[in-house]
C-alpha cells in the first residue's frame, strides 16, 4: 500500500538551480495538490490539479511550475531556486472534485526536504 | 474566503492530563472541518472530520472535536494524554464545492506531553 509517493526525500540546490519534484499517486485519485510546509507558517498550497488535464494556482504560486503528467502524477518544478523557497514540500492526493468533495479527506506522501543555499 | 485560527503554536500538557487544542474557522458557507496529525518526519494524516450531523465527532487514538457554530468552534480533545500523542496538530476547513476552494490549513500546534 504505497499510497503516495515523493522523490527526492532530500535535496540540496544552490541559488538559480532548477529541480522537479516528483509525486505519484495509486489510489486512483482524481485530484491532487502540492503544499509547502514552514515553521509558524502551517501548510501553503502552491498549486494543484482538479482532475487530469487541469492545474489551477494556489496560495503562494511564484516561482514554481506544474505538471499533471497522467491521473498518478503530478511534478513541482523549481525553475531558478531562491534561498525562500527552502522548505519541506508535501504531495497529496484526494477522491476528487464535485458535489459535497469538499469532505474528501487528503492523502499526504511523507514530504521532499529541500534546502536552497 | 476560509479560514482557521488556532490558538496556541504549543501546548504543554503532563501524561494523563486533558489535551485541549483550540481551533475557530471563518466561512460564509456551512464548513467541513478536519483535524490533521503530523508525527515527526512524516506526513499529514486525518483524525477526524465534520461535514454534517452529529456535532461530536469521534477520532482515531482517542480524539474526538466538537463543531459549534454559534461560537465558530471545532476544538480537539483527548480525555487523557498520552506520549505517544506528542505531534503538530492541524485544523482545516473546505466547502461542500470545493471546486472552488481547496482545503485550507491552519498554521499548526505543536503538542508536547511531559512524563
Known amino acids: 500500500n504505497a499510497g503516495v509517493t515523493q522523490t527526492p526525500k532530500f535535496q540540496v540546490l544552490k541559488t538559480g538551480q532548477s529541480m522537479t519534484l516528483q509525486c505519484a499517486q495509486d489510489?486512483?485519485?482524481?485530484?491532487m495538490y502540492w503544499y509547502r510546509q514552514d515553521p509558524g507558517m502551517g501548510l501553503r498550497l502552491i498549486y494543484y490539479?482538479?482532475?487530469?488535464?487541469?492545474?489551477d494556482k494556489g496560495e503562494v504560486p511564484n516561482g514554481y511550475n506544474v505538471s499533471r503528467l497522467n491521473k498518478r502524477e503530478f511534478s513541482l518544478r523549481l525553475e531558478s531556486a531562491a534561498p525562500s523557497q527552502t522548505s519541506v514540500y508535501f504531495c497529496?492526493?484526494?477522491?476528487?472534485?464535485?458535489?459535497?468533495?469538499?469532505?474528501?479527506?487528503?492523502?499526504f506522501g511523507a514530504g521532499s526536504r529541500l534546502t536552497v543555499l | 474566503a476560509q479560514s482557521v485560527t488556532q490558538l496556541g503554536s504549543h501546548v504543554s500538557v503532563s501524561e494523563g492530563a486533558l489535551v485541549l487544542l483550540r481551533c475557530n474557522y471563518s466561512?460564509?458557507?456551512?464548513?467541513?472541518l478536519f483535524w490533521y496529525v503530523q508525527y515527526p518526519n512524516q506526513g499529514l494524516q486525518l483524525l477526524l472530520k465534520?461535514?454534517?450531523?452529529?456535532?461530536l465527532v469521534k477520532g482515531i487514538n482517542g480524539f474526538e472535536a466538537e463543531f459549534k457554530k454559534s461560537e465558530t468552534s471545532f476544538h480537539l480533545t483527548k480525555p487523557s494524554a498520552h506520549m505517544s500523542d506528542a505531534a503538530e496538530y492541524f485544523c482545516?476547513?473546505?466547502?461542500?464545492?470545493?471546486?472552488?476552494?481547496?482545503?485550507?490549513f491552519g498554521k499548526g500546534t505543536r503538542l508536547s506531553v511531559i512524563a
Open positions: 482545516a476547513v473546505s466547502s461542500p464545492n470545493s471546486g472552488n476552494t481547496p482545503l485550507v
Open positions: 465534520y461535514t454534517t450531523g452529529a456535532t
Open positions: 490539479s482538479a482532475s487530469e488535464g487541469t492545474t
Open positions: 466561512s460564509s458557507v456551512p464548513p467541513y
Open positions: 497529496a492526493s484526494s477522491v476528487g472534485w464535485g458535489q459535497s468533495s469538499g469532505a474528501n479527506v487528503l492523502t
Open positions: 489510489m486512483n485519485h482524481n485530484s
